[in-house]
Nanobody, 119 residues
Framework: QVQLVESGGGLVQAGDSLRLSCAVS????????MGWFRQAPGKEREFVAH????????YYADSVKGRFTISRDNAKTTVYLLMNSLKFEDTAVYYC????????????WGQGTQVTVSS
């Protein structure tokens, strides 16, 4: 069974940086895509970024492009989200997720980690 465990959230000030981690276990990774999503209070969950395990191809939401960087460490089976120049509107619970490269449905989710940016 796949397990995704996020860590690294916290309270920071606007302009600060934070790095989230997602430790992955229970699967082989070559045909999967790893993603980060977030959900702010009263809003729907939204896509942030994704990366393929095999080739490392990345894709970002426009709202975070140029500020956030997604990466993976194959040896540690961990995915990271480096968040720079944080804004108040980045405040949300951040979730790690995975899906097959052959599917459009994100099938596995972590429990989430809270990121709070004070203005």
């Amino acid at each position: 069974q796949v397990q995704l465990v996020e860590s690294g959230g916290g309270l920071v000030q606007a302009g600060d940086s934070l790095r989230l981690s997602c430790a992955v276990s229970g699967r082989t990774f070559s045909s999967y895509v790893m993603g980060w999503f977030r959900q702010a209070p009263g809003k729907e969950r939204e896509f942030v970024a994704h990366i393929t395990w095999s080739g490392g191809s990345t894709y970002y939401a426009d709202s975070v492009k140029g500020r956030f960087t997604i990466s993976r460490d194959n040896a540690k089976t961990t995915v990271y989200l480096l968040m720079n120049s944080l804004k108040f509107e980045d405040t949300a619970v951040y979730y790690c997720a995975s899906k097959s490269i052959y599917s459009s449905t994100w099938t596995d989710w972590g429990q989430g980690t809270q990121v709070t940016v004070s203005s």
